[in-house]
């Protein structure tokens, strides 16, 4: 791994009181590189290079990670001081879990098969269930029959061929049906299975929600995760690279990944369906015009606004004999750093510390201050169960207390609602 300078892989596991294997959960034991000791090493190799000693190079190169090549720009000296590497590296934590081939989609089908050879829970049932689950409008959805086409059986290293936006889908729907089902009649064994996946939901909730307050509590989430998953699944090389997007998010102060640049694959195939001299620049030029148009919409910056048709709306709400809130605007969506929020969402709000859900109708902005609300049916928490307080009573939710949209799933005359954590 060659931003580190004490872990090696290509090995049995071992214990050394400095190296580390390229398997260990133990974080504290990583040696970072600086640029000056990264630069050291890429001399040591051109040294090594130089010099006809190809023995020892393609042995060096093994142990630092790090091939050998006289046209690489990591060769080239003043190119290689702008970059400063390792600190020009990004390691993308979308690859590291949720895409094909990440540590979700090898847990989420170990998950799977260890739910069918514990408790004869096939694929068939955990889909028949998921399909009864109301998800919010902006998430991902899945094909019906997911768990029982995408899950691998008989394989130790297999994982569930999905995309990435159909794992985090698939992560919150199996977190909800074991913990409607599963946790109260889980053994200890399966409490295990239970307890490493309930550590991979809080760690994708920080790194989706990007809020560098939470860096030590994904610190310790990942690092618990890292060991129950060595004693569970098959090892993946990609568990050396968790620590990483730690590491440069606290460096940088910005957790970065590939989302964004992944869906600009739909702009890239449409122009080229129809492109064919020079579809490349083409392309770019729509993608750059795509780009100028969004810096003429006003709302770019904005953390919290109102999304697709936004209508007038001067009217007074009595709050109070004394009291009114005049809005100035009405939507049916909610662009937040949550993600966008729509009319007949579940959300999920908090007053005085505790946590309250209900149905959206709506979204408005203040005419006074410019805040923006939630227009929510108001609900009450009896023996597990959402219930509407009474049809036709509507709450209205300010930005700052909304936490999210959540899953939420009939039951009788209420609802079951998966929350989201505060911590």
């Not at 400063?84 to 094909?100: E, K, Q």
Request: proline share 4%; net charge neutral; glycine share 6%.
């Amino acid at each position: 791994m060659p931003v580190c300078t004490n872990v090696r892989g290509r090995r049995p596991e071992f214990i050394d009181p400095f190296l580390v294997h390229v398997h260990s959960p133990e974080y504290e034991k990583f040696v970072y590189h600086t640029p000056e000791s990264f630069n050291a090493v890429l001399a040591e190799l051109k040294t090594l290079s130089d010099s006809g000693r190809r023995g020892q190079l393609k042995t060096r190169e093994r142990e630092v990670g790090i091939k050998f090549d006289p046209h690489c720009v990591l060769w080239v000296l003043d190119i290689r001081a702008m970059l400063r590497p390792p600190y020009c590296m990004y390691p993308d934590w979308m690859h590291t879990f949720v895409a094909s081939g990440g540590l979700a989609a090898h847990e989420l089908n170990g998950l799977a098969q260890h739910l069918e050879d514990k408790f004869q829970i096939d694929a068939k049932h955990i889909d028949d269930w998921c399909e009864g689950v109301t998800l919010p409008k902006a998430w991902q959805r899945m094909p019906k029959e997911f768990f029982q086409r995408r899950v691998v059986r008989g394989n130790p290293d297999g994982h569930v061929k999905a995309f990435a936006s159909e794992v985090l889908t698939a992560i919150t729907l199996l977190g909800f049906f074991v913990d409607c089902f599963i946790k109260a009649i889980a053994d200890e064994e399966t409490q295990m299975y239970v307890h490493c996946f309930e550590l991979l939901r809080a760690l994708i909730v920080i790194l989706q929600r990007q809020n560098l307050d939470y860096l030590e509590a994904a610190r310790n989430a990942m690092q618990l995760h890292h060991a129950l998953y060595n004693q569970l699944y098959y090892k993946k090389p990609k568990l050396c690279q968790q620590p990483l997007i730690l590491e440069y998010w606290k460096f940088w102060k910005r957790l970065v990944n590939c989302f964004g640049a992944e869906r600009h694959h739909k702009l890239m195939k449409r122009v080229g369906g129809f492109s064919y001299r020079n579809s490349a620049m083409t392309t770019l030029a729509y993608d750059v015009r795509t780009w100028m148009q969004h810096l003429d919409d006003p709302t770019l910056y904005q953390a919290f606004h109102l999304s697709g048709t936004v209508r007038p709306l001067v009217t007074q709400v009595w709050i109070s004999a004394f009291d009114t809130i005049t809005f100035e605007a009405w939507a049916a969506s909610l662009n937040t750093p949550m993600g966008l929020l729509s009319k007949g969402d579940m959300l999920q709000f908090s007053t005085d510390s505790a946590e309250y859900v209900g149905l959206a109708a709506g979204f408005g902005r203040l005419a006074a201050t410019g805040e923006h609300v939630a227009f929510v049916t108001a609900m009450e928490l009896q023996n597990g169960i959402w219930r509407i307080v009474s049809h036709g009573t509507i709450s209205i939710v300010p930005e700052r207390a909304i936490v999210g949209a959540v899953p939420c799933f009939k039951h009788g005359d209420g609802y079951l609602a998966l929350l989201i954590a505060r911590a």
